[in-house]
């Protein structure tokens, strides 16, 4: 998802999120039948209920995050005074990074490429790895995603690199504005202080003038 359009395209729905918004009930229910077919046996009541539950905190922990990542792509747009490619590129991509690469993935604990000694191992590790993945899906939903530590941390950082940006703008204008001004006044006293010089000249040439005049009369 290099834009944000590429996962939300208000225009004709074609997103990323705009799909999973159309189609996740479908899946969820595609998948519960596959759960109920799969473990449909009387000795399999345990986990089929674990994988239910899972399916139910999985489709509860997307339809939160989903908008929770548009509101928060809104929220940081509108306040920071930053561009949408740096949001999202120094955002949202990273607090998607972090929640699933950082905090869910290492939980799974299914090496890859790894040999196990019989398939009961290998099915074990992956069950281990499921369980710890939901436990971690709860925890999110528990804290709330805005309140986790993955996620403050991932907040805190973007805020250091970019808070105050919108104000650093607005003073920056306020003192360009200031600057011009007092250009502007600059110019008008030196302008004033002409005229004044003109005024103050002219009026002594007419004093001279006058006094001339004066003594000339005092004279005849």
């Known amino acids: 998802m290099p834009t944000y359009k590429s996962r939300r395209c208000r225009s004709d729905s074609s997103g990323l999120a705009d799909v999973i918004d159309k189609d996740l009930r479908n899946v969820e229910r595609d998948v519960s039948d ?55 590129c120094w955002l949202i991509t990273r607090v998607i990074r972090a929640i699933f690469e ?10 890859i490429n790894s040999g196990f000694r019989d398939s009961g191992r290998e099915l074990s590790t992956m069950i281990w790895g499921a369980a710890k993945t939901n436990a971690g899906v709860e925890q999110l939903l528990k804290q709330s995603l805005k309140d986790h530590p993955i996620v403050q941390g991932v907040f805190t950082q973007w805020l250091v690199g970019h808070s105050g940006r919108k104000e650093a703008d607005m003073a ?23 005229a004044v010089a003109v005024a103050d000249k002219t009026a002594k040439e007419a ?3 006058a006094d001339r005049l004066r003594n000339n009369r005092s004279s005849s």
């Open 102 to 111: 950082e905090y869910l993935a290492p939980m799974r604990s299914t090496p």
């Open 172 to 194: 920056l204008e306020v003192a360009a504005k200031a600057t011009k001004e007092l250009a502007t006044l600059r110019t008008l006293i030196s302008d004033l202080l002409k």
């Open 34 to 88: 596959i759960i109920k077919i799969q473990y449909a046996g009387s000795e399999c009541v345990e986990i089929r209920e674990f994988a239910m539950s899972m399916l139910r905190r999985s489709a509860e922990f997307i339809r939160k995050f989903v908008p929770w990542v548009d509101d928060t792509y809104a929220q940081e747009l509108n306040k920071g005074g930053n561009t949408p490619e740096d949001v999202w």
């Open 207 to 209: 004093k001279k003038t």
